[in-house]
């Protein structure tokens, strides 16, 4: 059974960090893209950052450039979200997704994990 299990989520003051981690079990990951979504209360679930296999290509939502990290340890099976002057308005639950045939996280072969709430406050 694949699962995508996030960490890492909480309360931190505005200009915080935060870490957030995804351990994917059940298969390899091989060829994947790993990438995180946040959905925030009352809004649809957007694109945050994604990394290919090879660490090669890396994208970000506008919104985080400059301020969030992605990365990711093959070896572990693990992506990382490394969160920098954290805003009021990153408060979101944030969810890890694996996408096996590119990066636009799109169709039923997605794996997506449960989510871990960030909240910021001013």
């Known amino acids: 059974q694949v699962q995508l299990v996030e960490s890492g989520g909480g309360l931190v003051q505005a200009g915080g960090s935060l870490r957030l981690s995804c351990v994917a079990s059940?298969?390899?990951?091989?060829?994947?893209?790993m990438g995180w979504f946040r959905q925030a209360p009352g809004k649809e679930r957007v694109f945050v950052a994604a990394?290919?296999?090879?660490?090669?290509?890396?994208y970000y939502a506008d919104s985080v450039k400059g301020r969030f990290t992605i990365s990711r340890d093959n070896a572990k099976n693990t992506v990382y979200l490394q969160m920098n002057s954290l805003k009021p308005e990153d408060t979101a639950v944030y969810y890890c997704?694996?996408?096996?045939?590119?990066?636009?996280?799109?169709?039923?072969?997605?794996?997506w994990g449960q989510g871990t709430q960030v909240t910021i406050s001013s």
């Open positions: 990394r290919g296999w090879s660490g090669g290509s890396t």
């Open positions: 059940g298969r390899t990951f091989s060829g994947y893209t």
């Open positions: 997704a694996a996408d096996p045939l590119g990066s636009s996280f799109l169709g039923s072969s997605v794996y």
